[in-house]
């Protein structure tokens, strides 16, 4: 933890600075012993966190904080815009709404509106989901990822059957995500967890890239087969109007 917190200190007094600044400035503004700056300088600057600058060696903040801000950025502007479209969606459907996107090759369920069906799902907002072949989401990343790089996926994570209704069979799945591509959204039909259906459908960005999704979850006792299509149509037009208000082109999906 000392070390840590000493960590946190250097990235301060280097954000505080409008200048870089030498070793020795930064030893005796903290009072870190040299030994212990040394290392710490040494890490972060191997992590890209701090660069060091010419021959003279001085230090300032390197790129990989603008990479980390920018990341962070994206998502709190993905769940701002999303948010108003996700309440109207709760209104409408009754239904509870989340909102998920990807973050370092995880699934990560980063907004979450609960329904007023009296059911809770157990999910909450920072949640990740390990298994991508078992629910909607992951199955909508699945279907936008190149070929090869989808097999090393599953290849790395298997096809476990987390419940009984879990798609465990290579081919069976290749042809449902070609069916999501081809229809624009993900059904889920108790995959991840025994009585819970959702329909997910994606999210683009800007650039035209996947930027999240946006699922309706509920019980099979309100979410019926025969609800699949009249839900997938309304979770889709709320992913466009999203997608529109991040900066999309409109979508062709249905």
Same mark, same amino acid.
């Given at each position: 933890?000392?070390?840590?917190?000493?960590?946190?200190?250097?990235?301060?007094?280097?954000?505080?600075?409008?200048?870089?600044?030498?070793?020795?400035?930064?030893?005796?503004?903290?009072?870190?012993?040299?030994?212990?700056?040394?290392?710490?300088?040494?890490?972060?600057?191997?992590? #890209?966190?701090?660069?060091?600058?010419?021959?003279?060696?001085?230090?300032?903040?390197?790129?990989?904080?603008?990479?980390?801000?920018?990341?962070?950025?994206?998502?709190?502007? @993905?769940?701002?815009?999303?948010?108003?479209?996700?309440?109207?969606?709760?209104?409408?459907?009754?239904?509870?709404?989340?909102?998920?996107?990807?973050?370092?090759?995880?699934?990560?369920?980063?907004?979450?509106?609960?329904?007023?069906?009296?059911?809770? @799902?157990?999910?909450?907002?920072?949640?990740?989901?390990?298994?991508?072949?078992?629910?909607?989401?992951?199955?909508?990343?699945?279907?936008?990822?190149?070929?090869?790089?989808?097999?090393?996926?599953?290849?790395?994570?298997?096809?476990?059957?987390?419940?009984?209704?879990?798609?465990?069979?290579?081919?069976? @799945?290749?042809?449902?995500?070609?069916?999501?591509?081809?229809?624009?959204?993900?059904?889920?039909?108790?995959?991840?967890?025994?009585?819970?259906?959702?329909?997910?459908?994606?999210?683009?960005?800007?650039?035209?890239?996947?930027?999240?999704?946006? #699922?309706?979850?509920?019980?099979?006792?309100?979410?019926?087969?025969?609800?699949?299509?009249?839900?997938?149509?309304?979770?889709?037009?709320?992913?466009?109007?999203?997608?529109?208000?991040?900066?999309?082109?409109?979508?062709?999906?249905?």
């Amino acid at each position: 933890m000392p070390a840590l917190e000493r960590a946190l200190d250097v990235i301060d007094l280097l954000a505080s600075r409008d200048r870089d600044l030498p070793f020795s400035e930064i030893m005796h503004a903290l009072n870190i012993p040299k030994p212990s700056l040394a290392r710490i300088l040494g890490l972060l600057t191997e992590r #890209g966190l701090v660069t060091k600058t010419d021959e003279r060696g001085l230090y300032k903040l390197g790129m990989q904080l603008l990479y980390l801000g920018g990341r962070i950025e994206s998502k709190l502007r @993905l769940r701002s815009v999303a948010r108003p479209h996700m309440e109207e969606l709760a209104l409408t459907t009754g239904k509870t709404i989340e909102l998920s996107t990807l973050d370092r090759d995880q699934l990560i369920l980063i907004d979450q509106i609960e329904g007023n069906e009296g059911v809770r @799902l157990f999910t909450r907002i920072g949640s990740a989901y390990p298994y991508f072949h078992a629910i909607g989401a992951g199955k909508i990343y699945l279907a936008h990822m190149e070929r090869n790089k989808r097999k090393e996926v599953l290849r790395k994570i298997g096809l476990p059957m987390v419940t009984k209704h879990t798609i465990a069979n290579v081919e069976q @799945l290749e042809r449902e995500l070609s069916d999501i591509v081809a229809k624009g959204f993900a059904f889920e039909d108790q995959e991840l967890r025994e009585g819970v259906r959702r329909a997910v459908a994606p999210i683009y960005d800007s650039h035209g890239k996947l930027a999240g999704c946006i #699922g309706i979850a509920s019980p099979i006792f309100s979410f019926t087969y025969e609800d699949k299509d009249d839900l997938a149509q309304v979770v889709k037009g709320a992913a466009r109007k999203i997608s529109a208000d991040m900066g999309a082109a409109t979508q062709n999906n249905g």
